[in-house]
């Protein structure tokens, strides 16, 4: 059973960079997209962007220029950066993985989510 | 961006109801629309992929159908544990963009 683990700092002051890594177990990063998406408290979903295996990126063009998503697929893990951070970047975030099957994509695993918090 | 559009964005039902929850697609995405179940303080589940495909282990009174810019999902014979926030998502287009989600109250 694939599962995924969020870690990483929960609280990030105003124009730092916040970072976040996921662990992947219970199977290979290879061969998948592996993505990170937000919630800001109360709202709705927002995909930020993803990796793929071989350290290929996508990312949404509302945060593009902010964005640095990685890939280490010795240690089973992938990353998420967001420089230049402000309290509109407080929210949950979460690291799925984006199955393809012939173009068909969907989120079929998620982590448990991280809340990080913008504040000085 | 493609935008998805959900109705209703809440909706309150009781047990053995159906309930038809409804997204409409910006523009044509033939059926790259997923569904997802939110319950409070978790990350969501997968349980409609490609508009009408049933995930593995999902119970058969969820289903999804439409195509093109109109969808919808169906829960026949609603349960107390069915309790969520339930999201579409496309993946015709970059970036995948969610509808605004459907508040389901019993």
């Known amino acids: 059973q694939v599962q995924l683990q969020e870690s990483g700092l929960g609280l990030v002051k105003p124009s730092e960079t916040l970072s976040l890594t996921c662990i992947v177990s219970g199977g290979s990063i290879s061969s998948y997209y592996w993505t990170w998406i937000r919630q800001p408290p109360g709202k709705g979903l927002e995909w930020i962007g993803y990796v793929y295996y071989n350290g290929s990126t996508k990312y949404n063009p509302s945060l593009k220029s902010r964005v640095t998503i990685s890939v280490d697929v010795s240690k089973n893990h992938f990353s998420l950066k967001l420089s230049s951070v402000t309290a509109a970047d407080t929210a949950v975030y979460y690291c799925?993985?984006?199955?393809?099957?012939?173009?068909?994509?969907?989120?079929?695993?998620w982590g448990q989510g991280t809340l990080v918090t913008v504040s000085s | 961006d493609i935008q998805m559009t959900q109705s209703p964005s809440s909706l309150s039902a009781s047990v053995g109801d159906t309930v038809i929850i409804t997204c409409q697609a910006s523009q044509d995405i033939s059926n790259s629309l997923n569904w997802y179940q939110q319950k409070v303080g978790k990350a969501p589940k997968l349980l409609i992929y490609?508009?009408?495909n049933l995930e593995t282990g999902v119970p058969s009174r969820f289903s999804g159908g439409g195509s093109g810019t109109d969808f919808a999902f169906i829960i026949r014979g609603l349960q107390p544990e069915d309790i969520a926030t339930y999201y579409c998502q496309q993946y015709d287009n970059l970036p995948y963009t969610f509808g605004q989600g459907t508040n389901l109250q019993i």
């Open positions: 490609d508009a009408s």
């Open positions: 799925a993985r984006d199955a393809d099957y012939g173009g068909i994509h969907f989120f079929d695993y």
